[in-house]
């Protein structure tokens, strides 16, 4: 078995061809989703505003450090499309940063 890595991903992406139910869904549950609910999880957490235009879902994956993070970054896109199509929101774009949290330097202060 190789070494695990955690990595932190966000993905981003367009809210596109939504329904009108799902305009009013999303419209109807925006304030639960702006800049306060934004947290990694393995669900990961969706975030978005009023205009309906762009989205953004942070997520951890955890995955082979042999995969890199490309492989990171396409669980985490893979998981983002199956959460929205379970949704019934369609979306297009998807794009990922990937930060590898085991490799992460940290500078502390002296």
């Known amino acids: ?11 981003r992406g367009t809210f596109d061809g939504l329904s009108e139910a799902s305009r009013g869904r ?4 925006v304030d639960a989703h702006g800049i306060s609910a934004m947290e990694f999880t393995e669900d990961g957490s969706l975030t978005y505003d009023r205009t309906l ?12 450090a042999a995969d890199g993070e490309e492989m990171a970054g396409a669980i985490a896109e893979d998981r983002v499309e199956t959460a929205l199509r ?11 940063t990937v930060t590898d949290m085991d490799t992460m330097k940290i500078n502390y202060k002296r």
């Open 53 to 64: 235009k762009h989205f953004s879902y942070r997520l951890v994956v955890v995955s082979d």
């Open 26 to 29: 999303l419209l109807a549950e």
């Open 1 to 11: 078995m190789s070494e695990q890595h955690t990595y932190r991903v966000i993905v």
């Open 86 to 96: 379970g949704l019934g929101h369609g979306f297009k774009g998807l794009r990922s």
